[in-house]
């Protein structure tokens, strides 16, 4: 068996979890952080989380009218101390909106969310 620090080491399976879905309207983009900041706890795999349009709503300082904020309060500390930034929709006008993002984000356009999904292992649509 190859050691951890060696190149030859196999990589952890990546996970991609894509929220699409409206914070204002469902549980489903706070359930997503949740279970996101559980798998990840794990420690098993990479786990990223891709935000598009109304989801990124998740990031804003002010989560007051989104379904189940709790979780968006509680949860996101967990995946932005991964220390890699939330992926986000490029040039999604609810960014603007944010005020103070809770976590870092980057913002990636269809195609390279495309590319980085084609290399996981398995991708979750919230």
Do not use: N
Not at 6 to 21: G, K, Y
């Amino acid at each position: 068996m190859p050691s951890p620090i060696s190149p030859t080491a196999p990589r952890r399976p990546l996970v991609v979890f894509v929220v699409t879905s409206d914070p204002r309207e469902t549980h489903r983009p706070a359930e997503a952080i949740r279970v996101a900041a559980g798998l990840g706890a794990w420690k098993k795999a990479d786990v990223r989380v891709y935000l598009r349009g109304a989801a990124i709503r998740g990031l804003g300082e002010w989560v007051d009218d989104l379904k189940m904020e709790d979780d968006f309060t509680r949860y996101l500390p967990i995946i932005r101390d991964w220390g890699h930034p939330v992926w986000v929709q490029a040039g999604a006008a609810e960014i603007a909106d944010l005020g103070e993002a809770t976590a870092p984000f980057e913002e990636l356009d269809d195609a390279e969310l495309a590319k980085r999904c084609a290399g996981a292992t398995s991708v979750l649509r919230f």
